[in-house]
């Protein structure tokens, strides 16, 4: 499966942006979709994973309350909307698929090609 990730640009602190990543094929509910960030000089990092199959979604700490993954099966497509945005969210941006539940990156098989979000206080 090939992974589109889309939607990044450039803002200033406190504001809000929605990425979407399409699957260039049907997503299976035995799947889990998953957000990662990586910023400059730092390791990729889990954001948020949601369950293809009931939709149950695991966030990273640092973006409870202001992110929100969401999908819609009809279009094989997870959507990661940014809300608060701080200049600590900068990077770039990957989904990912995996076989199961899960928010480690190792266990993410399948990476979309990234897209740059950048935050500037």
């Known amino acids: 499966v090939q992974l589109q990730a889309c939607g990044g640009g450039l803002l200033q602190a406190g504001g809000s942006l929605t990425l979407s990543c399409a699957a260039s094929q049907r997503i299976y509910s035995s799947y889990n979709m998953g957000w990662f960030r990586q910023a400059p000089g730092k390791e990729r990092e889990s954001v948020a994973s949601?369950?293809?199959?009931?939709?149950?979604?695991d966030y990273a700490d640092s973006v409870m309350g202001r992110f929100t993954i969401s999908k819609d099966s009809a279009k094989n497509t997870v959507y990661l909307q940014m809300n608060s945005l701080k200049p600590e969210d900068t990077g770039i941006y990957y989904c990912?698929?995996?076989?199961?539940?899960?928010?480690?990156?190792?266990?993410?098989?399948?990476w979309g090609q990234g897209t740059l979000v950048t935050v500037s206080s």
């Open positions: 949601i369950t293809w199959s009931y939709g149950r979604t």
């Open positions: 990912a698929r995996s076989g199961s539940r899960s928010r480690v990156v190792g266990d993410y098989k399948n």
